[in-house]
């Protein structure tokens, strides 16, 4: 009986290796299959779903092709990964290949992109200096990927997004070696490399570029011009210029086609506004960029996409046009109007106005050292290039100097009872302190702008106007208020873009304490801090 009992399990574990060899033989051919076929086919997505249900062997399978290192191979490895039933045991198997130093460069680098394309998970920053040979590991993907995504502008993306993160002395490297390689392959990637705040990297890019010489790399360093600081920038102008005296002729940049549009935020009172760019972009797309401007740091968010037709775009309409939302859907992504914390209505604007905007921000954002988000250094050559006839624009702002300088019978401070000014008040620990003190009085608190109470609270708006308003906030406020009254007058409002105009320049001319305008600011911020402390006072009584 021992001997059958032990003869049942030999054929009971051959017969479990023989299923589990099968079931590995399985996955082999499915992913061979998926390999082979065409990504965007019915075969496809139905060998895809099948995939989900083999369980490890698949996994497996995957983990065994991660040196395969060309970008259309592990695009399918992660969409294997995708679909994959245990993300958590997939993260896992791919972040310990991931970190093995003893595994090849190119088997580490398969599961990093596989992990941030299909799991999101972002490998850490100094990553690629962990590689053995980190440049040649990132340069041959970088070419690979150009050379497999020609005709794909945005799958290319996810692979240059990889590139912005990483330390100095690597782009270096990968500059010195794109160098070697002058054709128009890597354009994209040095026009990229450009946007690092680094001088001398820039000024690498820009002979990188003339050294390639046709016409899409002197087509890059024109955009190049619009958009980097003014060392860099003006090294591109004297590099054009010697490319023309020397017979190159480098076409201009085109005027604003039909299908370019911007839409526009009014300021908040916090200096920031939401900018929404739609240009033509590649293979008969359009592109589509929001971007959150600050007056203090320039581009500080981004956001966008190119799609064959994006959904939900307003109908066209005359410049001026206020649009209360604004909703997109750009391919698989949908955006709305919340980036950044920025709401009101939208106003249509000249789209070389808003490209002379997003040049100001820019240059913000170089002289700041605020990073530029990486969906504008991917998308902004898209909509650089109808920036042709760019200074023009500022022509239709010649009525705001007449209109700033005429008498009017209105007081500036009733520019802050426009719904579009609700956000401007002035707010800190000053303001803060003095609504305390006015919470405690016998009269009690007043309740809104006009209240007669207000007589008595004189003196402390005085206070707080005259030490909180210095130079550097009253010439913050103005240049706020100029930027308000170019708003309001393509809008049409032209009383109201006087009255801004207006404000603008008596702000810099007046006392703060003795300034209309400042008081009302300063009242309303006091306001907005006494509410603060009655829904404070109410939370603890509920409690």
Request: charged share 20%; with cysteine.
């Amino acid at each position: 009986m021992p001997r059958d009992s032990d003869s049942d399990t030999d054929i009971s574990s051959r017969s479990g290796k023989v299923i589990v060899l099968r079931e590995h033989q399985t996955a082999e051919r499915v992913l061979d299959d998926l390999l082979s076929l065409d990504p965007t086919s019915i075969d496809f997505d139905q060998l895809l779903a099948r995939s989900a249900l083999l369980g490890s062997p698949i996994l497996a399978a995957v983990v065994r092709r991660l040196d395969a290192f060309h970008p259309g191979s592990l695009d399918v490895l992660g969409r294997v990964i995708a679909v994959y039933p245990d993300s958590r045991e997939a993260a896992h198997t791919l972040r310990r290949i991931a970190n093995d130093r003893r595994n090849t460069d190119r088997r580490r680098m398969g599961a990093v992109m596989i992990l941030e394309q299909a799991l999101g998970v972002q490998p850490p920053d100094d990553f690629l200096s962990t590689l053995r040979e980190p440049v040649h590991s990132a340069t041959g993907l970088l070419m690979g990927a150009i050379d497999s995504n020609a005709d794909n502008p945005a799958a290319l993306h996810d692979y240059l997004r990889a590139l912005v993160f990483q330390p100095l002395d690597l782009l270096y490297s990968v500059l010195n070696l794109l160098s070697q390689t002058p054709d128009d392959r890597t354009v994209d990637v040095l026009r990229l490399l450009a946007f690092q705040p680094d001088p001398d990297l820039q000024l690498g890019v820009i002979d990188a570029l003339s050294n390639i010489g046709t016409p899409l790399a002197m087509r890059a360093l024109s955009l190049l011009e619009l958009t980097l600081p003014d060392e860099p920038a003006r090294a591109v102008g004297r590099t054009l210029q010697k490319l023309r005296l020397s017979g190159v002729e480098i076409e201009p940049l085109q005027r604003p086609a039909p299908d370019c549009r911007a839409w526009l935020s009014a300021l908040d009172g916090r200096g920031d506004r939401l900018l929404w760019l739609v240009a033509p972009g590649p293979n008969s797309e359009r592109a589509l960029l929001g971007l959150l401007l600050n007056d203090l740091s320039g581009v500080v968010d981004a956001l966008g996409n190119t799609a064959a037709d994006p959904a939900g775009l307003p109908r066209r309409v005359p410049v001026g046009t206020l649009h209360d939302v604004l909703t997109f859907a750009v391919g698989a992504h949908s955006f709305d109007t919340t980036l950044g914390e920025t709401s009101s209505a939208y106003l249509e604007v000249p789209f070389n106005y808003a490209l002379n905007l997003l040049r100001s921000a820019v240059a913000l954002n170089w002289t700041t050292g605020t990073p530029l988000p990486v969906e504008y250094q991917l998308l902004n050559k898209i909509f650089w290039e109808y920036a042709g006839g760019i200074d023009e624009s500022q022509t239709i702002f010649a009525p705001l100097d007449e209109l700033a300088a005429q008498p009017s019978g209105e007081s500036e401070s009733d520019l802050l009872f426009d719904p579009i000014f609700d956000s401007w008040y002035l707010d800190g620990p000053a303001v803060e302190a003095v609504a305390r003190e006015i919470a405690t009085l016998d009269s009690g608190p007043p309740d809104e702008v006009n209240d007669e109470s207000w007589r008595v609270l004189l003196p402390a708006l005085i206070r707080l106007a005259h030490d909180e308003f210095g130079p550097i906030l009253r010439s913050r406020y103005a240049a706020r208020l100029w930027c308000m009254a170019e708003w309001l007058l393509i809008a049409g409002n032209t009383s109201g873009a006087a009255l801004s105009a207006q404000s603008s320049r008596t702000l810099l001319k007046s006392p703060p304490e003795a300034n209309l305008f400042v008081l009302r600011i300063v009242q309303k911020g006091i306001l907005v801090a006494l509410a603060g402390i009655g829904d404070h006072r109410h939370d603890i009584k509920s409690h």
